[in-house]
């Protein structure tokens, strides 16, 4: 039984770019939640995807735009890269509310230069 | 603002030693609270908490959460070097969808 998958494992991007970063749930999870996790920091919430909408965000600004697929499968969408974007980004499944059920992925390593 | 902080921010202890790791909170419209434990990336669950004075255990981990001084503990008795790890502390309101993380404790158990 998979667990949550992250796409790339590592990513360096130049300050302006976009990036694309890719999560896949694990199996029987129907609910995607993003978190910024800067080094020496405790994850924050940028936002969390139930049937394929927007449940909540939390304070982030609009650079920051994802998408989840009719396969739970989600996406983070990332413009105009600053260098404070530079960041372990980790995608959480769960089925429904249930935040005691979160799994995490092991997340993204990006840089920006 | 709901606030998560956890102390101490970073723990060295030998093989052996038991340690106590805190987190204080203020969230508004509480529903439970969590203890992650982070290797190297992904953070596993440990326990979540929801009532108040109610111990949960895992072999040599145990924690307990306070609901009226706002707080939880999470103790290690026995340390062993595989604990070595940053912990988090994470709360969840009724509010919403979102966990609220600490800034984590970093243990390091030294042989």
């Known amino acids: 039984d998979a667990g949550v998958t992250q796409s790339p494992t590592h990513l360096i991007k130049t300050r302006g770019q976009q990036v694309t970063l890719r999560c896949s749930p694990k199996?029987?999870?129907?609910?995607v939640s993003w978190y910024q996790q800067a080094l020496g920091q405790g994850p924050q919430f940028i936002f969390q995807?139930?049937?394929?909408?927007?449940?909540q965000r939390g304070n982030f600004p609009d650079r920051f735009s994802g998408h989840q697929f009719p396969n739970y499968s989600s996406e983070l969408n990332v413009n105009a890269l600053l260098l404070g974007d530079s960041a372990l980004y980790l995608c959480?499944?769960?089925?429904?509310?249930?935040?005691?059920?979160?799994?995490f992925g092991s997340g993204t390593r990006l840089t920006v230069v | 603002e709901d606030k998560v902080v956890q102390s101490p921010l970073s723990l060295v202890v030998h093989e052996g030693d038991t340690v106590t790791l805190n987190c204080s909170y203020e969230?508004?419209?509480?529903?439970?609270l969590l203890w992650y434990k982070q290797e190297k990336k992904a953070p596993t669950f440990l326990f979540m908490l929801t009532s108040s004075g109610i111990e949960k255990k895992s072999g040599r981990l145990s924690s307990i959460l306070d609901k009226k001084e706002l707080f939880s503990i999470l103790n290690i008795t026995a340390t062993q070097t595989g604990d070595s790890a940053v912990y988090l502390c994470?709360?969840?309101?009724?509010?919403?969808?979102?966990?609220?993380f600490g800034k984590g404790t970093s243990l390091l158990v030294t042989p």
């Open positions: 994470a709360v969840a309101s009724n509010s919403g969808y979102a966990l609220n």
């Open positions: 969230v508004t419209n509480f529903r439970s």
């Open positions: 995807y139930y049937e394929e909408e927007e449940r």
């Open positions: 959480a499944s769960s089925l429904g509310t249930r935040v005691g059920g979160y799994t």
């Open positions: 199996s029987g999870h129907d609910t």
